[in-house]
């Protein structure tokens, strides 16, 4: 019984570590494409020649808030990277309580195991002796 919720632990965590995983992968793309915006748009100011004021002023404004972006999604990752290692934590330790259970159940099974041949074997004792009783 304690096994069976162990390993119903441990399989949880393993689906929780997953989903950790996808979500992070996901942020980590995003924030892939939001840094490739940034680089794009640089070049793209750089290359450029702007002679009206108002046309300098959008493309730093845009730029200001490509780059806050950037900033708030490698913060969003670094949180999830941290959330996914606490995930992994979680699912090693619940792997080794399983694992705990498992060896002692094993080790349980075994003892009974043993004791039964002892058994067996003093019932083959009592009965080698009534037989050489009766001869």
Not at 46 to 58: F, I, P, S, Y
Request: glycine residues 4%.
């Amino acid at each position: 019984m304690v096994l069976r919720i162990k390993k119903h632990l441990e399989k949880k965590a393993q689906g929780e570590l997953v989903q950790a995983q996808v979500v992070r992968m996901k942020e980590s793309e995003v924030l892939g494409r939001l840094e490739q915006t940034r680089e794009q748009a640089l070049d793209a100011a750089g290359q450029a020649v702007r002679t009206q004021a108002g046309d300098l002023q959008t493309e730093s404004a845009y730029l200001f808030t490509v780059a806050r972006e950037v900033s708030r999604q490698k913060v969003r990752v670094a949180d999830l990277t941290g959330q996914e290692e606490a995930k992994r934590k979680e699912l090693v330790e619940k792997s080794k309580a399983k694992k705990i259970v498992e060896t002692l159940e094993q080790k349980k099974a075994l003892e009974e195991l043993k004791e039964m041949e002892k058994k067996h074997q003093g019932m083959i004792d009592m009965l080698a002796q009534r037989i050489r009783t009766d001869v």
